[in-house]
């Protein structure tokens, strides 16, 4: 028999979650399209699962490896792809061109490639602007040689300008970086007539003013908030992946007596100890204190002691009526994964994309 560990993944939810993102950017001027953000196998969902479930509503995806965007075209997807990450030698720029990807341009070099390409067709690009993310993209000084290698590319179709925020989900906010991201407007004859994209997850759903052309919403697609003050059910977004187990196997301990390697949780009164098949081989955090909420027989409790690599202990001392085969719900419908990864001192994109191969996926 398998182990009794597994994800559901509901598409209902993922479609209902795109849908709440587009409608959170509705009536800022035009309306804007979206991106389905479905890098890192659609943030451990399964890249061409989460395809299936967006594919006829999804206005484009976006993703990082350009192997997973000709599999989307492969697989018959049509829409727009963009590649976030852009290209990385000139011979993906034919293949940006076979298959009619969208490539992220943040990198004199890029442009180099771009104009030394010979392409069959104009391809169309996102100009990356670095407006205080620090991470990838032209800063204003470098705006002057992005013009003159844009000049002289016959390579390049469509331009849209992009920049990514870095504090939309924080108390400093976004406003810095429109200004930068103005002034570069404002510098540059004619950009203010392209097309632009800013908001991710946190500004669409905080700052729906920057929707502009293309959103690119990320982490709300799978039911999790991207602010640490907010939950995902107060925008109305749904848990698309649940972590489910069982019991295997219930110890009584008494006062004194110690859960797990190294005894980090040491029982002050009889406890009544639970284990779950579920541990850090399978995708949850071992970093995981004692405390973390778990949902045991459809009722709250927390983890007790160290994680192991395929078990973990949680305290069964107030539920009486579960026991072994009892069903243990680690994150999903019931219980938030942003509040398990809180507890875990991390995020829930962690926790979606940590999920092991060795856990089956269901689909409902």
């Known amino acids: 028999m398998p182990r009794p560990i597994q994800a559901r993944i509901d598409l209902a939810a993922l479609r209902h979650n795109y849908q709440v993102a587009k409608k959170h950017v509705v009536g ?25 479930a967006l594919g006829d509503i999804a206005d484009g995806f976006a993703m990082l490896d350009l192997t997973d965007a000709v599999a989307l075209r492969d697989e018959g997807y049509r829409q727009p792809i963009l590649l976030l990450e852009g290209v990385f030698e000139p011979d993906d720029l034919t293949v940006c061109a076979e298959y009619g990807l969208i490539p992220s341009i943040h990198r004199i070099e890029q442009l180099k490639m771009l104009r030394e390409a ?4 104009r391809l169309p690009i996102y100009l990356k602007l670095n407006t205080g993310m620090n991470r990838l993209g032209f800063t204003p000084d470098q705006m002057t040689a992005v013009k003159h290698e844009l000049a002289l590319s016959p390579a390049i179709g469509a331009v849209t300008l992009m920049t990514h925020f870095a504090e939309a989900d924080g108390g400093r906010g976004i406003a810095w970086q429109l200004e930068r991201f103005a002034a570069v407007q404002e510098d540059w004859l004619g950009a203010s007539l392209l097309a632009v994209s800013m908001a991710n997850s946190a500004a669409i759903l905080r700052y729906p003013q920057t929707a502009h052309d293309w959103v690119r919403p990320g982490i709300m697609l799978y039911g999790g908030s991207p ?3 907010a939950s995902a059910a107060s925008f109305d977004l749904k848990p698309v992946m649940t972590l489910h187990s069982r019991i295997l196997a219930v110890q009584d301990i008494v006062a004194g007596e110690r859960v797990g390697y190294g005894g980090t949780f040491e029982a002050t009164q009889s406890t009544r100890v639970g284990i779950v098949a579920c541990g850090y081989a399978d995708g949850y955090p071992r970093h995981a204190p004692s405390g973390t909420p778990i949902l045991v027989g459809g009722r709250r409790t927390q983890t007790l002691g160290r994680v192991s690599m395929d078990m973990l202990a949680c305290d069964l001392t107030n539920l009486p009526e579960v026991g072994v085969d009892s069903p243990v719900v680690l994150w999903g419908e019931g219980l938030p994964a942003d509040e398990v990864a809180a507890a875990a001192g991390t995020i ?6 940590a999920l092991a191969q060795r856990v089956p996926v269901v689909e409902v």
């Open 28 to 52: 800022q001027g035009k309306p804007a399209k979206a991106w389905a953000v479905i890098k890192a196998d659609a943030y451990g969902h399964g890249l061409l699962r989460a395809a299936k």
């Open 118 to 121: 010979a392409l069959p067709v």
């Open 227 to 229: 602010f640490a003050d």
């Open 348 to 353: 829930s994109y962690e926790l979606f994309c």
